[in-house]
């Protein structure tokens, strides 16, 4: 399902206070999480056990998700990170944090540890 | 106790009390959620205090001597260098840091660049109001927040300036109205009362009601029936009125506003709105406000404004300023560097994946005091006190106000300062 994602910087899931008190784990946990409107957690077939996989012309990643009713239809919400940063791009020169076309659909594969991410960037 | 200015972000509250054993501040008065997570990075897990090189893949503690020596040691095998970050440091760093890239011909570059330094180069054509926190807390009767979540990104920015109490209104939150446009329905809704305006603008649309109030204000009665990106006709009017009838209103503009130039300028756009309705209106006046995250983010614009004329994306060449239209994105994408020092930041997580592979591809140096994706990517690692607290300096509030920084602990043994760092690859170059 087509959906839009919007990067944004969130007091809960925030990447500086992970990396600072967290570990590989805990950055998981609270980074790679996108949040998205119950209609749209129907619309998917989720359940809560479920991931959601993101992709687009820039990359693909695998993230967990949550229903939130404050967050309109159609619109994906994910904390600025690592996770996010495989799916957000660069146009005219500039960085694209916000209105990002991404084909979302569940899945049942894990969501990507920090190490993979961390190889993943050193093997490319 | 003491009362010193808070970084947990670019409001730099200056009425924090903290109370210190002289090894670590033990207690913290006054600061939120953020703000006490900066006092607690002092004795964090992750906490860097080692100088460290990579060896055989893996990051090995190694003195200050061999880790400079490594230092100079790249930067004379390179003729792109790159210098990226600085907006957690203070401005004697920052100054530091184009000293460095001037001696070095390199490239550098703040935060800003990639964040609300972008309006400023903007409000060049448009020209823009600003305005201070002293003048938003004494006088203002609205406030606007426009892609912007300050509840989550700013939290004490409401307190201080929706429910306080003007020097110059005897009023406080009951003559105050807000008015949040936003595609989401953020914390920052939480505050809204009856008089206040919840606008849940369809994501991306943020052009479309700009142009729409734009032509409003030359000519009246032009609101479209069927309102316009997801905002009805009755909205429209009540946010009209509310800009035209306001004595000393303010838009916040954050990140949710930025997008890709050339096409759609809508900062451009929303400066041109505001001068419209300064011209129109004759009770009072609109400014803008700028609320970038980092707390010394418009200090680098300011530094290198006053040293070179430019306010960001420096370029040298021969020891001299030379023309450029790259930015740090640019640089990276076109892969026009051939190493790089990061400075209190980290680009590996907040860059997309194309530029974090582009930048970890070519030696990585990077000075920071806690552990981040990039310092786990980088080939050498100098670890560096953190500001404000185990370092004095100058820095620049959202509002382009200048605060004085306090040192209220020394830095670990071994750990230097932004500062003393950069001074120290200056001299070991020669």
Same mark, same amino acid.
């Given at each position: 399902m087509k959906m839009v994602l919007n990067t944004v910087r969130m007091i809960d899931h925030d990447q500086a206070r992970e990396y600072t008190f967290g570990d590989s784990q805990s950055l998981k946990e609270n980074l790679g999480i996108g949040y998205i409107n119950p209609n749209d957690f129907e619309k998917l077939g989720l359940v809560k056990s479920l991931r959601v996989q993101l992709s687009n012309n820039y990359g693909q990643v695998i993230i967990k998700q949550e229903q939130k009713e404050n967050v309109p239809e159609g619109i994906i919400i994910m904390p600025v990170s690592i996770w996010s940063n495989q799916v957000t791009g660069v146009e005219n020169g500039e960085i694209i944090f916000k209105n990002i076309e991404v084909e979302v659909e569940a899945t049942r594969d894990p969501v990507p540890d920090y190490k993979d991410l961390i190889s993943k960037i050193k093997q490319d | 106790m003491e009362r010193i200015p808070c970084t947990g972000c670019s409001l730099l509250c200056d009425d924090i009390l903290i109370g210190t054993?002289?090894? &670590?501040?033990?207690k913290i008065y006054g600061a939120c959620l953020k703000g006490k997570e900066r006092f607690d990075?002092?004795?964090?897990? @992750?906490?860097?205090t080692s100088p460290m090189i990579r060896k055989s893949g893996n990051l090995e503690n190694v003195s200050w001597d061999n880790a400079l020596e490594k230092v100079k040691e790249i930067l004379n095998a390179s003729s792109k260098p790159l210098l990226y970050g &600085? %907006? =957690? %440091? @203070?401005c004697e760093a920052q100054a530091k840091g184009i000293q460095l890239a001037k001696k070095i011909n390199g490239f550098i570059d703040s935060n800003s660049v990639i964040c609300l330094g972008k309006a400023l180069n903007i409000a060049k054509e448009t020209g823009i109001t600003l305005t201070t926190l002293a003048e938003i807390i004494n006088k203002t009767d609205l406030i606007v927040l426009w892609g912007s979540n300050a509840a989550e990104s700013i939290p004490r920015l409401l307190n201080k300036i929706l429910f306080s109490r003007g020097k110059f209104r005897? =009023?406080?939150?009951?003559i105050k109205t807000i008015i949040i446009i936003d595609p989401v329905k953020t914390a920052s809704f939480g505050v809204m009362q009856l008089r206040d305006l919840a606008l849940n603008i369809h994501t991306g649309k943020d052009l479309d009601l700009i142009r729409v109030l734009k032509e409003e204000c030359c000519k009246e009665g032009s609101f479209p029936k069927e309102g316009v990106a997801g905002i009805d006709e009755e909205e429209l009017k009540r946010l009209f009125l509310n800009l035209m009838g306001a004595e000393n209103g303010v838009i916040f503009i954050g990140q949710g506003l930025l997008r890709p130039l050339p096409e759609v300028n809508v900062i451009k756009e929303l400066f041109e709105l505001v001068n419209l309705i300064n011209l129109k209106q004759n009770k009072g006046r609109i400014s803008v406000g700028l609320l970038g995250g980092h707390y010394n983010m418009f200090g680098f614009d300011q530094i290198s404004l006053s040293l070179t004329g430019k306010n960001h994306s420096l370029q040298f060449s021969n020891n001299e300023l030379v023309n450029t239209e790259d930015t740090i994105i640019t640089k990276i994408e076109k892969d026009d560097f051939d190493c790089s020092i990061i400075v209190g930041t980290d680009p590996i997580s907040h860059f997309p994946y194309s530029l974090s592979k582009k930048l970890a591809s070519k030696p990585l140096i990077v000075i920071d005091n806690r552990k981040s994706a990039t310092s786990d990517m980088a080939e050498i690692v100098l670890p560096s006190a953190i500001t404000g607290i185990e370092c004095e300096g100058l820095v620049y509030r959202f509002d382009h106000v200048p605060i004085e920084l306090k040192k209220i602990l020394n830095p670990p043994s071994g750990v230097l300062t932004d500062e003393e760092i950069l001074n120290q690859i200056i001299q070991k170059i020669g």
């Open positions: - | 054993d002289g090894l &670590f501040v033990d990075q002092v004795s964090s897990k @992750n906490r860097l &600085f %907006s =957690t %440091s @203070n005897m =009023t406080g939150r009951e």
